[in-house]
């Protein structure tokens, strides 16, 4: 029982999502699959799993050739994947969604999730909705659904965002067992601590290829190292823009549900100041970001905008306040797709009043266009823009006097000179006191431009470091677990 | 790249080998049948006349739609907001005194706030009640229509007789004034152009109009640059509601002269035909919309000339707008492969 | 009583297969809003087969496959042309119903053949319920049956879970190799002949013949039944005796009060709306999820996939 992957290959339009990628696994493997968000790691997983198929390469199990890009192919070779939004149907009880796809009958298929929930210690109501389940509770059902149809190759997609800490601790027990049985498991993470815990060899990816490999444990320092590279930041000088007074705090502030959530954040900042937001991907950065923004309320503390209580206020309300806020998702959250860029500017007030002298709005399109150095004309739809140009749209939409700007990796899929100029507008920003909050993966880009950074771990603030204070390899350590320094 | 006139004659084309070969399957004389709809919407003053009168609540109600669909919402509720407008349009001829330079206004206007308010009840519906503006729409248009009847037949009885025929007819003062001996009503076919050049106008021209595309394109984002999604909905489904009433108050005052149970008699319906084969845009809304009212007239002249059963042209519309829909979504399959191919 | 109870089970007839059908199609994802024209259609086919071959099953059989390629059509256009499913439904409703008319123009008003009544030995003769389950004819009989069928096949069938999960998380189901786009078409045509059968149920026994817009309304009736009903089988099988304990409460009424009787008809459209109002008050909701096992019989979810087309990655 051995999986072998063999020169596996995938590109989504400009992008390699995987470039000749090998892996071969024995037996009873817990082998940990690592990188960041977009290095390629969940394209090669649904490709495995059959959800996508490769443009190039061979998968095999126990030296048998596996169809690519079918699930059920998959499946019947005895590869199965553990999704991160486990893919179970929530009007069903859990008996129901175990015997989904298979040709179990109702009474066999209760005797069956009996015996495999005594083989792995998870304990699971048959008769209970799938939708009061926690994620845990839910990835158990899966797992246990998985392991009835024989697989010999279980995935498991980030598996421990969003579930307790002991519905983690019987997973890990679970998986150890099933590793002794002979499965082979991948385990896709980038939580450090886990996995050296857990998973005995590790592969890292970066940028679609595969940039270490090894035995596990290993120091987390040397993995954050082969995660993100070299580290080259040099600090250029520390701008002294910061004043006294608040744009922003937050105390005791919970927000957000399931993954992601934010659990009793206390944070401030001040007039002028850039606060960078470190933390892997759903560590709670989004909660902390939209509720600075009034999009997702506080269930609990309090958020105050300039000195005023806005807790319990409305988005609408925060932006009066002089919040703005762009989000990752530019052509999801924060653009609209078949409009041009003239007709965004309108929206964001080039021109006033009812009817829209067209002319003038154009003409201060074009002249916002050669402002911030977009490549597009005023009646380019926006879709048709590169991301870089985008982000520079939504800059330029932004309202002249802000107090506080939150952005979301503010440079993430830009080209170089993109993100010094997107910067370089950020940073204009300070003269008049804006405050810039941004959350980033790249650490590059925190320890550059940031006078403080947050880190965010597991739904909470676990350090706020002065920059002078800090480096990578500390922040690489902390987000992945590591206790506060 | 652009495809839309490529989609239109292929569409043109194949509906039209399509009714051939229905006519023909069906014993009726092909070619003869398609010239007694031209010569029955054509043929002379009075036809004309009977053709623009079908066209003017058509191009009302499309306009509405228009508004509606701009901001991403398939309001099938337009049938019962023609319906409303009509009703308030009735209750003012019913009830207000007065000479016709006062009554018919306050009429058009009774006509607009009727639509308007069953218009903000879908919409209402949708954004508090979660309820699917499809389903909620449907279900107040069949609301409208009872009412209606129950208006005919109870309350609003004619004089002695109950019968779902219709009220007793307005007082001519409440009557579109017509041209020479047609029943063309300047008026009904003035506000017609005006509507949608107005509707035109505002989705283009007014910031109205922008918001209202920018919550069809994509609600979060228009949130985050100010634009209340949910409170623009509901202005969508009013101003969309309101023209269609005018469209019910046209009927009521310019074609009917009366209040029938079934007073939107499916032009509502025909208006959701009209803007998907005008693929949405308020410039393509009037020539689609004298196409549809040209055979919808002229397929009366079917039964007195050929004895062939008018629905032919409910047969023609429907066909040539499911063409061009499948029509569009086999040119998307073809090129999307094309592009997988050479990819 | 016994008498008024078998009028109303069989005037539920028709509306129980559109109904129950439609249930089926949405339950896989796919909406089939053309019923309002496909029973039309099917129903002047059905009746047209009927009266020319003198056979009423034939008539039957016609309607069913009439109405089962108008639904495949818009199952079509969703699963492989990604159209709106709502476009399509809606001008096929249309385009059927003046189908329906132009074609049946020869056979407005002929008197035609008939469901045979055949009522079942000892059992009809039970006292109140022996007339109107047992009393009736096989079209009144395939639709109680039709109704128990579809309501076990959706709960505790292995087919109709996986066809669930198609309608409800069709990611799900691809990942479990079940075949979305199969399930899919063959829900919109089961679905599609059920409300075939429908039409020749009005046109061949409840509402005899053929006339112009025979059966104008019903489908949209139905659709807003099925809604009601929780796509349920029981449930929306309940909703159409309830509109056609309507109906003769409205004809009862007739000479009584002549404007209400127009009106009761409607009543299952705001009955449907505020059967949408409450199944998404979020306060109910939060009970519901509250108790779950109550929840997910009070207040049923629509298939959570509906009218979405499903695109494998």
Redesign the interface.
Known sequence: MSLLLQEISKRFGALQANDRIDLELKPGSLHAVLGENGAGKSTLMKILSGFIAPDSGTISVDGVGVRTGSPSASLQAGIGMLHQEPLVCLPFTVAENFRLGSDLGRTEARARLGELCERTGFDLDPDEVTRTLSIGRRQQLEILRLLDRGVKVLILDEPTSGISAAQRDALFSALRGLAADGLIMLFVSHKLEEINSLCTSVTVMRRGQVVGRGGLPAPEDELVRMMFGEMTATLPQRSGMVGKANVASLRGVDAGVGRGSITGADMDVREGEVVGIAGLEGSGQDSLLRVLTGLVPARHGRVEIGGADLTRSSNRRFSEAGVSFLPAGRLEEGLLPGLDLTEHMVLAGSVKGQIIDWHKASEHAGAVIRHFRIKGRPESPVESLSGGNQQRVLLSMLPDRLRLLLMEHPTRGLDLESAAYVWELLLARRKEGTGIVFASSDFDELLAYADRIIVCYDGRIVADLDREDTDAEQIGGLIGGRGAA | MNRGPVRALIAVLVSLFLTLILLRA?GAPPYESLAVIFDGAFGNPGRIADTLMAWAPLVLAAAGLVVTFAAGL?N?GVEGQVTAGAIAASWVARELPGPAYVLIPAMLLAGIAGGALWGLLAGW?KVK????E???G???G??A???A??LV???WKREGV?S?SGTDPFRPEAWLPTVGDTRLAPVAVLLAIAGIAAVAYSIR????G??L??VG??P?????????PQATLVRAFMVGGGMAGLAGAVIASGIQHKLV?AIAG?RG??A??VV?LASFRAAWVAPVAVFFAAISTGAAQLQLQLD??S?????I???L??VF??T???L??WQSRKAAASG | MGRTLATLVAAATPLIYAAVGEAITERSGIVNLSLDGSILLSAMSGFAIAYTTGSVAAGFVGAAVVAALVALLVAWSGISLKLNQIAVGFVLTLLCASLSSYLGTDFVRVPGPSVQPLPIPVLSEIPVIGQAFFGQNLSVYGALILTVVAAWFLARARRGLELRAVGERPEAAHARGIPVSRYRYLAAAVGGALVGVAGAAFSLDQKLGWSDGHTTGYGWIALAIVIFGGWQPLRVAFGCFLFGALQIVALRLQPVFPGLAQVLPTLPFPLMIISLVIVNAPGLRRLAAANPKWGRLLLPDPPAALGRNFTPE
């Open positions: 069906t398939w099938i519906l009640g979660n309820v699917n499809i389903f909620g449907l279900g107040l069949f609301v229509l009872s009412f009847t129950f037949i109870g309350p109950a779902t021209g007014t910031r109205f922008l918001r595309r920018a394109s994509n979060a984002s228009a949130r985050l640059l100010g634009v209340p149970p499916g319906y025909l959701i035909l998907l062939l059963d629905s032919l042209g409910g047969v519309q429907g066909i707008v499911l829909l499948l569009g979504g086999l998307t399959r």
